[in-house]
């Protein structure tokens, strides 16, 4: 049975609306500003690691109309929309701040990279959204930005048999290879004949969300109707009365526990009658409003994935055109998707998705990603490129079933943390991009009518906006798309299939589930392949040496070692220096926090450890909790989801918090 | 009691430090390759000469700082983001290129015209800083012909601390070759600093500051008009990325006389 039909999402999205207030107050938590214990009240055990004991400081106070959390595509649609409606035609404010009287509509946007490219991650999208917004758009006024040429569809057979594969798999293998005289199989990929119209991006466009990012930032500053301020981390919602009443930046000149040090600043409260969150899948406001708030019964977000990227220049005699477009799958494991695409001046953009439903103890990304650069089908092509840019992030995958309330008194949710992602054509960007300008559209309307930002104003300003849009609508046929993963890859893509066909109608059964639900212990993932003692022993040497033990046993059990050529194939500590030009600025506390310590020592997998796009999170020598480096962090967020330790009282969490933090990734071509 | 000042603090952008640089050639002479899209940072000497304005401005009531920055405006713009937390100031913006490849007589030409225009300027407050060098421009001349073109003789360069007597009089710390420094003083303004590191800790972001100093940036930026800077009459020679060798080791309980030795070892090659 479909999951919600057009005409049936309405309804439930009424009754949602109709129901919202009382069944609010069950999923309450207690906000972090206001508690040390990160759990629910019965359980008494105290956390050594939670947030210092807040000293009694005074904390400077601005006041603006308008607040925004985070500059990703969700509020570069909101500001941009919003700000061409500030103004009337001949220039004078349309509207008058109500925090200073006589001025113009204050609107700031706080952006917790050291830049408003920074952080972020390259996109190929239908781009409806973007067009809308701007109609006279032209590839080349953005660079690294190209119209989607042609596309494929690969399937990658394994060529070196060290993936994991099913049995059916095998055999559909086997088949594929004995047949490959006349289906369209070369350099151990096929070619699937035709892509499903809900996966095309045919028409659409191809494009650094960096650059973008830039591009759109610099309009909206030069424009003076709304400011956006990058390197400047929020620490949380000011919560009042069970209303959001602003944000707090994050306190500057602290220890790494937060503590107070030479040039202690306490962060500012920036008061505002709306605070506009879109801070995406694992950012700190965000998840502390979930945290207070609880999600809308029956929704969670438990699917997630690292999506990790590399944007390299091409050799001279590269075949590949600007505007190509691979998906592929298959390889290195079943469960890993990979895309490549090519903007003009033979620079490419390559990467792979590891989901949080592939079930490995050691899923590391970036290994994974340089066997699937090896892949002979791709390595043809990328035999002698060089890398110059390199990222990861968290992809919020659970799409519209994790979406948490999206409006409340004084705050508004959008962007991929708002649930927009449409987890069947695998796009987010452009639909972020469309939830700001909803947003956007509906907070005109209120200033308008001079409404207050208001719970009921918004969702009847905002939300029902929503309800009513193609993001919507799409998102509510995509809903149950990629329960089937939850089965096998196989299933998966069944259930995608179907789900793509009937319009939601159909898809294959699945329950997602909680990391510490699912994932296997290491002896039982590598049984038959490395015996238990084998595995215990080469975990040991790894943790002495304070590194992680996935390359290790990936080598044992059949994995190649990677053939480093210094230029794409290098270290992940040199893709941290050479692509991602990783910082972090002193004077500013943790992000990664590990809550309980006696979880982490009871923890079999420490998968925290094995995913750590940057190894920033290693073995810690001489203790169970791991050691966090923030000068390698990248703020991709995979430690947040990938902790196999629930949190005591609240089992969708886990014993890692991702705070608000600075620094990182400092390329913009990502 | 202190003597107010007005600070003109001299500072173009550069490509962020972490990026990867590749000179080509441009139509217009030598250039780097994705100019435009390498994020951008206000030039590092500049910054702590932008700081030490910021500190002397503070404790000398009646004060006012000034950027003077010759940038592409759009690249400029968003550096301002970054930077206008930091400490207040008035940018006074000039659009032109910032790719290094210019000539130091013809910047420092347009950027003492600049100065020279700001309105109510009183020659008898004025400090002309700037940082002693350029992440982007070796040639550590800019800010001598600056001075000399504004009729400033007490210059100092590859400052490292300066220090305002009671008597308005002004101390300054040079940098001298064997990691020494040189104790100057003169009367007071007008000078110019041409700054090293100097002492102070990058200041924490203000928002307030922020607001404030954006009243002045985006106007500064509108205003903005362009500068020839063609580098006439120059000739590069040839223009070559700095060779490098890169080696990664992570050692733990090392001595650092240890480390010190081994990093000569591997320098050498020994």
Redesign the interface.
């Known amino acids: 049975m479909p999951s919600c039909f057009a005409g049936l999402e309405k309804e439930i999205g009424l009754k949602r609306l109709l129901e919202s207030g009382p069944e609010r107050r069950l999923h309450l938590r207690p906000p972090r500003m206001t508690t040390t214990v990160p759990c629910d009240n019965a359980f008494s055990m105290t956390a050594p690691n939670t947030e210092p004991q807040q000293p009694a400081v005074e904390r400077q106070r601005m006041d603006v109309d308008i607040v925004c959390v985070g500059f990703g595509p969700a509020n570069a649609g909101f500001l941009t929309t919003l700000a061409r409606q500030l103004n009337n035609p001949d220039g004078t404010p349309r509207f008058e701040s109500a925090v200073a009287p006589g001025m113009p509509t204050r609107v700031i946007c706080y952006e917790r990279a050291d830049d408003i490219g920074f952080g972020v991650s390259g996109v190929v999208t239908r781009a409806r959204a973007i067009r809308a917004t701007f109609p006279d758009f032209k590839p080349d006024q953005v660079p690294m930005c190209a119209p989607v040429k042609d596309e494929k569809v690969l399937y990658l057979l394994d060529p070196i048999g060290a993936s994991r594969r099913s049995a059916t798999l095998r055999f559909g293998d086997a088949v594929i290879r004995a047949l490959k005289w006349m289906l369209p199989v070369e350099r151990e990929a096929l070619d699937l004949p035709c892509i499903p119209p809900f996966l095309s991006k045919h028409n659409g466009l191809l494009f650094s969300l960096g650059q973008f990012n830039q591009w759109v930032g610099q309009q909206l500053m030069a424009g003076g109707a709304v400011q956006v301020w990058p390197s400047t981390p929020v620490a949380e919602p000011i919560i009042e009365n069970e209303s959001v009443a602003g944000v707090r930046l994050l306190d500057q000149g602290a220890d790494k526990r937060g503590e107070p040090v030479a040039g202690f600043m306490p962060g500012m409260d920036i008061r505002a009658a709306l605070t506009v969150v879109g801070d995406g899948p694992v950012g700190g406001v965000g998840s502390q409003l979930d945290h207070h708030f609880g999600l809308p019964p029956g929704n969670h977000a438990r699917d997630w994935a690292v999506g990790m990227k590399m944007v390299v220049n091409l050799r001279e005699d590269c075949e590949l055109k600007p505007g190509m477009v691979y998906h592929t799958f298959g390889y290195p494991e079943p469960e890993i998707f990979g895309f490549l695409y090519v903007y003009p001046d033979r620079v490419a953009s390559l990467g792979i998705f590891v989901p949080s439903w592939f079930d490995s103890p050691v899923r590391t990304s970036y290994r994974y990603l340089q066997h699937w650069i090896l892949h002979p089908y791709l390595w043809r092509h990328l035999e002698g490129a060089t890398l110059r840019s390199w990222g990861a992030k968290t992809l919020q995958e659970s799409g519209r079933r994790g979406e948490p309330w999206l409006a409340g008194n004084g705050y508004a949710r959008i962007g991929e943390g708002s649930g927009s992602t449409n987890v069947l054509t695998g796009s987010g960007v452009d639909e972020a991009w469309q939830t700001g300008v909803l947003l956007a559209e509906g907070v005109v309307e209120l200033l308008k009518e001079k409404k207050p930002f208001t719970r009921e104003n918004l969702e009847a300003a905002y939300v029902k906006r929503r309800r009513a849009n193609w993001v919507d609508v799409e998102n509510c046929i995509a809903e149950k798309s990629r329960d089937g993963f939850q089965r096998g890859v196989v299933t998966g893509l069944i259930g995608m299939f179907l789900a793509g066909i009937s319009k939601g109608k159909l898809a294959a059964p699945g329950k997602p589930l909680r990391p510490h639900e699912r994932l296997p212990r290491l002896e039982d993932y590598y049984r038959g392949k490395i015996p238990a003692g084998e595995i215990a022993k080469i975990r040991a040497e790894c943790a002495a040496k304070g590194t992680s033990a996935h390359a290790a046993l990936m080598e044992r059990a059949g994995w190649p070692a990677i053939p480093y050529d210094g230029k794409l194939l290098v270290s992940q500590q040199d893709a941290l220096l050479m692509g991602g030009k990783v910082r972090a600025p002193a004077g500013y506390a943790d992000h990664v926090v590990f809550l309980y310590p006696h979880l982490c020592e009871q923890c079999g997998t420490k998968l925290c450890i094995e995913v750590c796009s940057g190894q920033a999170i290693t073995p810690s020598p001489g203790g169970s909790v791991p050691a966090f480096d923030r000068e390698k962090c990248i703020h991709c967020g995979a430690c947040l989801w990938n902790c196999a330790q629930p949190l005591p009282g609240s089992p969708d969490r886990t014993n890692i918090e991702f705070r608000a933090g600075t620094g990182g990734l400092h390329s913009a071509e990502n | 009691m202190s003597t107010p000042y007005q600070i003109v603090v001299c500072g173009s952008i550069v490509p ?1 430090p ?3 640089l590749e000179p080509v050639a441009g139509p217009a002479g030598p250039a780097l390759k ?1 100019e ?4 951008a940072v206000l030039d590092p000497w500049a910054w702590h000469a932008l700081f030490e304005a910021a500190h002397l401005a503070k404790g000398a009531p009646g004060s006012k700082v000034w950027l003077v920055s010759i940038a592409p405006k ?1 690249k400029l ?2 550096v301002m ?2 930077v206008a ?1 930091k400490a207040p100031f008035e940018l006074v913006a000039v659009d032109g290129p910032s790719s290094g490849f210019t000539e130091a007589a013809e910047a420092a030409a347009i950027l003492a015209d600049a100065i020279k225009a700001i309105p109510g300027l009183d020659m008898k407050k004025l400090l002309v800083f700037g940082g002693w060098e350029s992440a982007s421009r070796g040639a550590g001349a800019t800010m001598q012909i600056i001075g000399e073109r504004l009729g400033i003789t007490d210059q100092f360069q590859g400052v490292d601390k300066l220090t305002v007597a009671a008597d308005g009089s002004l101390e300054i710390l040079e940098r001298i070759e064997g990691g020494k420094h040189q104790v100057s003083k003169c009367a007071g303004a007008p000078a110019v600093l041409g700054w090293a590191t100097g002492n102070l ?2 200041p ?5 500051t ?2 404030m100093n ?1 009243r002045t940036i ?1 106007p500064a ?1 509108q205003r903005a008009k362009p500068a020839k800077l063609a580098a006439e009459g120059v000739k590069f020679v040839s223009v070559t990325q700095p060779s490098q060798r ?1 080696g ?1 080791k ?1 050692v ?1 309980d090392t001595s650092p006389d240890e480390i010190a030795k081994e990093i000569v070892s591997w320098i050498t090659g020994e």
Not at chain 2, 36 to 39: A, K, R, V
Request: without cysteine; hydrophobic residues 35%.
């Open positions: 962020d972490l990026q990867t994705n435009m899209m390498l994020p759009a713009q968003q983001m970054t937390q800790p990058d924490p972001n203000n928002p307030q922020g607001m954006m985006m930026l890169r990664t992570i733990k």
